[in-house]
């Protein structure tokens, strides 16, 4: 059979095409096979290929909607177009053409092969024509015949809904693909929302105590904090001094064994960022468990009385240091 286009035809009709409307690649291989009636119809690889070969020329170029490329001729691709005019009316009759050969071959092929079996058929027939029961013969064939040719059409009819079908089932597809991308996306900023609400509302105090740690302030936002706050500060009482065992009796037994902790943070050969970096790590792990547990007054004020014994015991080793 010959080429449905001669060389360099497919490029100029691609101009036409896209001269009459923008189109996304898809529409221009449905377009061709409508103009081939069905008998034809290019192959991405064939189509998208020279759609790009245009656009590098600056004969199209193209804009993205809904995630496709929609190619639109340029001034340049029209004045290339308006130049090939006698060319592209060839082309039309080309096709035409084509169009006629094609169907000639498939309407060629049908004859043949229901010109074999009625040959093969007579050939039966005539070799036992003395014979009723090879009349009988004749008779069947003939409706075998006819219930070919009837089955030859049914299967075209199928193949042709088939075809029809896929193409709907599979912009289906995209549609609900699409669909559930951003019911998705919609998911995903709605978990972010809850998860942002819930860290503020379990964060705050937290963030104040660490805060305060850190800054050397005083927590304000856990009822009856302030109140054990100032009689640590003032270096007095049962509590502080229950604190300062604490921290004491913990710095003793960290002293007899190595930690873990933090065992992740490798140094970073400045001393400061490695402080910086531990006390970030605390304050995380205070605020997730805070966060994953809740927590109460009660247990804000007790956190304040360690964290301050904390303090001072860090403050004596630092100044020590210095």
């Known amino acids: 059979m010959p080429p449905v286009f001669a ?21 221009v291989i449905r377009l061709l096979e409508e103009r081939f009636q069905g008998l034809y119809a290019p192959s991405a690889g064939t189509v998208y290929p020279r759609l790009a070969k245009l656009e590098a020329e600056g004969l199209v170029t193209h804009a993205t909607e809904g995630g496709r490329k929609v190619y639109s001729i340029t001034e340049a691709g029209r004045a290339e177009l308006a130049d090939r005019g006698g060319e592209l009316a060839d ?10 050969e094609l169907a000639a071959e498939i309407r060629s092929e049908v004859r043949g092969a229901a010109g074999d079996l009625r040959r093969e058929m007579r050939e039966a027939a005539s070799a036992s024509a003395t014979r009723t029961a090879e009349e009988e013969s004749w008779q069947t064939a003939k409706e075998e015949l006819r219930k070919a040719r009837q089955e030859w059409k049914e299967q075209a009819r199928r193949a042709k ?19 559930a991308q951003e019911r998705a996306r919609e998911e995903v900023q709605r978990i972010a929302v809850q998860l942002q609400e819930q860290f503020a509302r379990s964060g705050g105090v937290l963030g104040s105590l660490a805060g305060a740690w850190l800054g050397g302030g005083t927590p304000t936002t856990a009822p009856g904090a302030a109140g054990a706050g100032g009689g640590a500060g003032r270096g007095g009482g049962a509590a502080a001094k229950a604190a300062d065992a604490w921290a004491d009796a913990a ?33 995380d792990e205070v605020r997730d468990a805070a966060r994953d547990r809740g927590v109460t007054a009660a247990q804000v004020a007790e956190a304040r009385r360690h964290l301050e014994a904390a303090s001072r015991r860090l403050g004596t080793t630092f100044g020590a240091r210095s």
């Open 7 to 27: 060389h360099g035809r497919l490029r100029l009709y691609l101009l036409k095409l896209l001269d009459e409307a923008p189109r996304h690649g898809y529409e």
């Open 251 to 283: 710095a003793d037994a960290d002293a007899d064994r190595a930690s873990d902790w933090a065992a992740d943070l490798t140094a970073t050969g400045d001393p400061a960022r490695d402080l910086d970096r531990l006390l970030d790590r605390f304050r």
């Open 161 to 179: 809904d088939e075809s029809r079908r896929a193409r709907e089932e599979a912009q289906q597809a995209r549609r609900q693909a699409k669909e």
């Open 91 to 100: 082309l039309e009759l080309e096709i035409r053409d084509s169009v006629t």
